[in-house]
């Protein structure tokens, strides 16, 4: 098994847990933002001001830095489909019913990424390798001259994402580069982190890392599928989404554009990671009984799909962490989107079983990224 990966991400619905067991139990659920106390430490010392370099700068309705021709940009509306397509689709379907009422996690609070678009100006500073997974040596390529962690431009008032994975994105369109981190913090004025990478040239990128680099589990950019608020603001969303499932196929099967894996199923109806699933075109979506980020997302679903990235403790989507933006303005911008809802309700009711899964490897170019 390949041992440059982040470790299975099964915390990644403690979110909706809590949440529902409070509902169960007869409780009221706290807001998720005001309970967050990495919010709420770092909230008095960032100004209104200060963060310039929110994920809203650059995506918006243009979706990702990535290309046009990017995994997560093409059009699949009339892609083929996969010959256990069905079966495929059921396991999915499957595993959503399996979990807090059927309900796929919507992950904006917890298990999500932050994200900073930064100028040309920005200080850098080499991020430190914490060894979390207890390697016995330290891996080629990650430090040093020209090393992924190295000379990294993270703003002072950076914030990971919260959440035991403490996600931190950094996009530099200056320099056309990307850099993602896993377990993310701030040690004595020091950034360190367990794992993460670097995307040079991402404005031309398929979108995912090489050598075994990047945050997620299939090494494909966490910020690539995940759902801006200013997107969701602006009422649309232009690229293909990011899901994790609880059981992805297993680990020495994945499908392009996914470059390896950390599943377990090994059943002839698995979904490995790196498959891409849509939404039967056909359906019309606003007869749907959906909140309006669930119909966003399967008007997205049916034009771009989804790309299984992760291992999760349910089936999740991932949306942009508003840590950023509670920091510097005090104002969590997913309050007003959800409209009231709380976070694991926003996806009720989304049509799991109508989904039509796709070739293994489709899409996938001649010459693909080394």
């Known amino acids: 098994m390949p041992e440059e990966r982040p470790m299975s991400r099964t915390s990644r619905c403690l979110a909706a847990v809590l949440a529902t ?3 169960l139990a007869g ?38 830095p990535f290309s046009a021709v990017s995994a997560w940009k093409q059009d699949i509306s009339q ?4 010959t256990r397509s069905a079966a495929m689709v059921r396991n999915v379907a499957d595993q959503a019913a399996k979990y807090y009422g059927g ?18 100006n920005t200080p850098r500073a080499d991020v430190r390798w914490h060894n979390c997974q207890r390697k016995s040596y330290t891996p080629a390529g990650l430090t040093g001259p020209g090393g992924q962690f190295s000379q990294v431009p993270i703003p002072a008032e950076a914030v990971p994402a919260a959440g035991t994975d403490g996600e931190l994105t950094i996009y530099s369109p200056a320099t056309d580069q990307l850099w993602e981190f896993w377990q993310a913090k701030k040690v004595d004025g020091t950034w360190q982190a367990c794992w993460g990478g670097r995307i040079d040239r991402v404005s031309t990128d398929p979108g ?57 199923d090994k059943s002839a ?3 490995p990671e790196g498959t891409r699933l849509r939404l039967d075109p056909s359906i019309d979506v606003d007869k749907l009984k959906l909140t309006p980020i669930a119909k966003m997302i399967a008007k997205a679903a049916q034009k771009y799909g989804f790309i299984v990235t992760d291992k999760a403790g349910c089936v999740a989507v991932t949306a942009e962490s508003p840590t950023a933006t509670i920091a510097a303005t005090g104002v969590d911008p997913w309050k ?7 976070d694991y309700l926003i996806m009720k009711n989304f049509p799991w079983d109508k989904l039509q899964a796709l070739p293994k490897d489709w899409g996938k170019p001649s010459s693909p990224k080394k």
């Open 21 to 23: 067991t409070a509902v």
């Open 27 to 64: 409780g009221a659920v706290p807001t998720s933002a005001a309970a967050d106390p990495h919010v709420s430490r770092h909230r008095r010392a960032v100004s209104a001001t200060a963060t310039q370099s929110l994920m809203t700068d650059f995506r918006g309705p243009v979706g990702t």
């Open 79 to 82: 892609a083929p489909t996969h």
């Open 103 to 120: 309900i796929a996690a919507f992950n904006a609070y917890r298990y999500s990424t932050s994200v900073y678009t930064v100028a040309a």
């Open 208 to 264: 995912y890392f090489s050598g075994g680099f990047g945050a997620s589990a299939s090494g494909l950019a966490i910020v690539g599928g995940t759902i801006g608020i200013k997107e969701a603001q602006a009422g649309r969303i232009d690229h293909a989404l990011a899901l994790a499932l609880p059981a992805p196929g297993n680990w020495n099967e994945f499908s392009w554009p996914a470059q390896r894996s950390d599943g377990y």
């Open 269 to 271: 109806a698995a979904v």
């Open 336 to 342: 007003e989107l959800m409209q009231g809802k709380p």
